[in-house]
T-cell receptor
Framework: DAGVIQSPRHEVTEMGQEVTLRCKPI?????LFWYRQTMMRGLELLIY????????DSGMPEDRFSAKMPNASFSTLKIQPSEPRDSAVYFC????????????FGQGTRLTVV | QKEVEQDPGPLSVPEGAIVSLNCTYS??????FMWYRQYSRKGPELLMY????GNKEDGRFTAQVDKSSKYISLFIRDSQPSDSATYLC??????????FGKGTRLHILP
């Protein structure tokens, strides 16, 4: 398995534009997590899914953020409209269990909003 | 007070030295304690986790939890240049979400 695959690796966009980040989890993993990492706030859990169903989205910062998982092999995180303070590295991770002891992270998407 | 506090470093030590990385946490309900290693421009990878108090050893790495003082430690013996990375501690309990420290940057000097 190639691991968790995220795209794009880098994204530069203008304030107000819509941004869509993509993630392909490891096959067979029931849990999928979206994280955001910044220098100021560190690594934060935004939302996680279990069997394609969103379970906890309490970490999603605002209504401008939305996440979907239409099937077991694909998830998106969308920001609309984007703002400069959304600039961060966004990670997707997947695991067999909620505990994350076997969680695998993707390479991340570095988002810059100018 | 932040839920998990971690000195950002950087911490520079000579190759072969013993490294001690530490975190403190505020919520006594946390039950699981994890250490992640993150290389530059990569995603975090889980190094070790422990449940409740006590020690856990894996090769050159030892994780230690003291719930009475809410203190988490990671020790690296015989440190190598390849250990140079950012180390993130994290805590979790089943009724809440995982909380990460901001990470400590570690440099092992050859």
């Amino acid at each position: 398995d190639a691991g968790v695959i995220q795209s794009p690796r880098h994204e530069v966009t203008e304030m107000g534009q819509e941004v869509t980040l993509r993630c392909k989890p490891i096959s067979g993993h029931d849990y999928l997590f979206w994280y955001r990492q910044t220098m100021m706030r560190g690594l934060e859990l935004l939302i996680y899914f279990n069997n394609n169903v969103p379970i906890d989205d309490s970490g999603m910062p605002e209504d401008r953020f939305s996440a979907k998982m239409p099937n077991a092999s694909f998830s998106t995180l969308k920001i609309q409209p984007s703002e400069p303070r959304d600039s961060a590295v966004y990670f997707c991770a997947s695991s067999l269990e909620l505990l994350n002891t076997e969680a695998f992270f993707g390479q991340g998407t570095r988002l810059t909003v100018v | 007070q932040k839920e998990v506090e971690q000195d950002p470093g950087p911490l520079s030590v000579p190759e072969g030295a013993i490294v001690s990385l530490n975190c403190t946490y505020s919520n006594s309900a946390f039950q699981y304690f994890m250490w992640y290693r993150q290389y530059s421009r990569k995603g975090p990878e889980l190094l070790m986790y422990t449940y409740s108090s006590g020690n856990k050893e894996d090769g050159r790495f030892t994780a230690q939890v003291d719930k009475s003082s809410k203190y988490i430690s990671l020790f690296i013996r015989d440190s190598q240049p390849s250990d140079s990375a950012t180390y993130l501690c994290a805590t979790w309990n089943r009724d809440d979400k995982i909380i990460f420290g901001k990470g400590t940057r570690l440099h092992i000097l050859p």
